[in-house]
């Protein structure tokens, strides 16, 4: 049986934006970025984690890392409950859980050498370490990751969007993490510099037994290096199941219009496919709709789904495939 690394469990994120009335005491309005969110990664795994923007997909990676405040549970390796711990407590995890960021330019501090970059975790959760074995260390890391050792007192805007990246995979790797959070690492890189990236994470993966929550809008690349998928809508999960069996068969209708509307490469496919078109606009998350928060723009809504919430439920005979929705689908032909 595969080892849990990460299990969360009715996780919340809300931040108060204003009053709701003008006289004292009023009441504030909270915005629900994350609303309930349960899932559960196993070591060495990856969980890929797709939504259209607002959905509550970076807000959540950055409350299992203690960067925003959360409530409900997310225990570590079947003891700890991180969002429990101190900010001094917390410390002592962070070198097990480490993050790449979108904006791989912006992520790094341009005073900094790449040396220095991707030392600092080092200088921080190693300090037994002498300078000599952290400058190996770091060039043994740039090595692994595809830079070259010698580039070790450039600075960041000397290199490319795809090296710049690659560094902060090294920076992230460095303290050999067993978790890492990658909050849409390819969305700014060329098509090309994207494979590259995937490839080179999915190596590093097995290599080193990594587990990967994996945040993207391109589900072809979700696909392709994700071992299970939850789809987010509103902050809450419409939908998590093993890989193959949420592209063959996707059962909510927001899984279903977001895979038929993701292109393929073979043209005889993309020119068959159907498409399912999301209707309407996305609600405010102030004022989510009632019920399922899906069912505005739900081309099978009906008065039930005004009136309950649909409860995330695994399907019989599909193992380990959960959908919250009061009508899942029996069937798609999406073509995604």
């Known amino acids: 049986m595969t080892d849990i690394l990460l299990k969360a469990d009715a996780v919340h994120v809300r931040y108060p934006i204003r009053k709701a009335g003008l006289l004292p005491g009023a009441e504030p309005l909270w915005l629900k970025a994350v ?51 101190s900010p001094r407590q917390m410390l002592a995890y962070r070198a097990d859980i480490q993050m790449i960021f979108q904006d791989p330019l912006a992520s790094l501090n341009p005073r900094m050498t790449v040396g220095d970059s991707i030392a600092e975790p080092l200088k ?18 740039m090595a692994r990751v595809g830079l ?15 090296q710049c990246q690659r560094i902060g995979i090294a920076r992230a790797l460095i303290v050999e993490p067993k978790l890492i959070i990658c909050d849409e690492p390819v969305s700014a890189l060329d098509v090309s510099i994207q494979a590259q990236i995937i490839n080179l994470l999915m190596d590093l993966q097995k290599e080193n037994g990594l587990a990967l929550l994996f945040i993207a809008h391109d589900l072809s690349v979700v ?47 993309e020119r068959a496919k159907t498409a399912l078109p999301i209707l309407g606009e996305l609600p405010s998350p102030l ?4 019920g399922c928060v899906f069912r505005t723009r739900c081309p099978k809504a009906a008065n039930l789904c005004a009136e309950q919430v649909p409860a995330l439920k ?13 009508f899942p689908a029996t069937a798609y032909s999406g073509g995604g």
């Open 148 to 162: 070259l050792p010698d580039q070790v007192n450039r600075y960041p805007h000397e290199f490319s969007g795809g």
């Open 223 to 269: 696909k392709h290096i994700s071992t299970e998928v939850m789809v987010l809508y509103l902050g809450r999960v419409m939908e998590i199941a093993p890989r193959d069996s949420l592209y063959r068969k996707p059962l909510h209708p927001y899984t279903q219009a977001l895979l038929s509307a993701a292109p393929v490469p073979d043209p005889a496919i």
């Open 35 to 85: 609303n309930g969110v349960d899932f559960t990664l196993n070591q060495g795994q990856t969980l890929g984690v797709v939504g259209e923007s607002g959905c509550g997909k970076s807000t959540l990676a950055r409350a299992i890392i203690r960067l925003v405040e959360a409530q409900g549970r997310v225990t570590w390796k079947g003891g700890t409950d991180l969002l429990s711990l």
């Open 314 to 326: 695994e399907q019989p005979s599909l193992d380990g495939h959960k959908v919250a929705c009061h």
């Open 124 to 141: 921080t959760h190693r300090e037994h370490l002498s300078r000599r074995q952290i400058r190996a260390k770091v060039q043994e890391m």
């Open 287 to 290: 004022n989510p709709p009632s």
